[in-house]
């Protein structure tokens, strides 16, 4: 039906109007949902890449093919007794995404679909290690104890597990001394300050506190500076007066005047 055709308002035709807008509704609806981005169903995805890194393994002449296909930095430690495998994983990452395979001579661990697979420098026991992750960091840290552990070994084991002992022990006393100084500063300082704070309460508050100016200047007649009622002995202000010439037809003379006010020097 044209837009621009007139048609009878009937029931016939507003019935093809309401079909032909439910067409193109559906037809948008259609190209809105293949313009989606695809739900991704990330259980089933590391199902599958566990079953090929499992199948890689097992092909080959038993050769251990070492990878780090997700690029992750890891750091492998050769301790006494363990080996020490870290991994930086992404910390926001599931950790049940995160699958670890261990085997006497290598490890397998597969997150996020990526395979890092690593050779031991000796064998470990896989049954008795230990895996764990930081809740801060997402770090995966693996502690396997080794297979095969000399006398020797163990010997260096024990030394160096008194010689960790006694370095705390040092470190606790020292600690220990030092908070003892300044416990003791701080006692000192708190005495000092209630001695300081007696002897200011000691002092009396009485008249005797008040500045005592008798006796700074000489009284009359010898009299002493702690008798009362004798006359000051000040010093009087020396004044100089300066004689004025007066030169006229008599000649010279000299005379005071009286309204000039006193030279000070």
Not at 10 to 36: D, F, G, S, V
Request: aromatic share 4%; glycine share 4%.
């Amino acid at each position: 039906m044209a837009s621009t055709e007139k048609v009878p308002y009937t029931p016939h035709t507003r019935r093809e109007m309401y079909l032909e807008m439910a067409e193109q509704k559906e037809e948008e609806e259609a190209r809105r949902r293949e313009n989606q981005p695809k739900e991704r169903n990330t259980e089933a995805e590391h199902e599958e890449a566990l079953r090929k890194a499992r199948v890689l393994e097992e092909r080959g002449d038993g050769a251990i093919r070492q990878c780090n296909e997700g690029k992750w930095e890891f750091r492998l430690t050769d301790e006494i007794l363990d080996v020490i495998l870290e991994v930086d994983l992404p910390r926001f990452l599931d950790s049940s995404l995160v699958d670890v395979d261990v085997h006497p001579s290598y490890v397998s661990i597969v997150a996020k679909n990526k395979v890092l697979r690593l050779k031991f420098p000796e064998l470990v026991h896989s049954d008795a290690g230990k895996a764990e992750r930081s809740k801060i960091t997402g770090t995966l840290r693996l502690t396997l104890p080794k297979a095969h552990v000399t006398p020797t070994q163990q010997l260096r084991a024990r030394l160096y597990r008194e010689e960790q002992e006694k370095k705390l022990g040092k470190d606790k006393s020292a600690n220990k001394k030092k908070a003892g100084k300044t416990t003791r500063t701080t006692t000192r300082q708190s005495k000092l300050s209630d001695e300081l704070l007696e002897a200011a309460n000691k002092v009396p508050t009485d008249k005797h506190r008040a500045v005592n100016i008798r006796g700074l200047v000489k009284k009359d007649n010898g009299e002493d500076n702690n008798t009362s009622g004798g006359r000051l002995q000040m010093t009087p202000l020396v004044t100089k007066t300066t004689a004025s010439h007066v030169v006229g037809p008599e000649g010279d003379s000299e005379e005071e005047d009286e309204d000039a006010p006193p030279l000070i020097f």
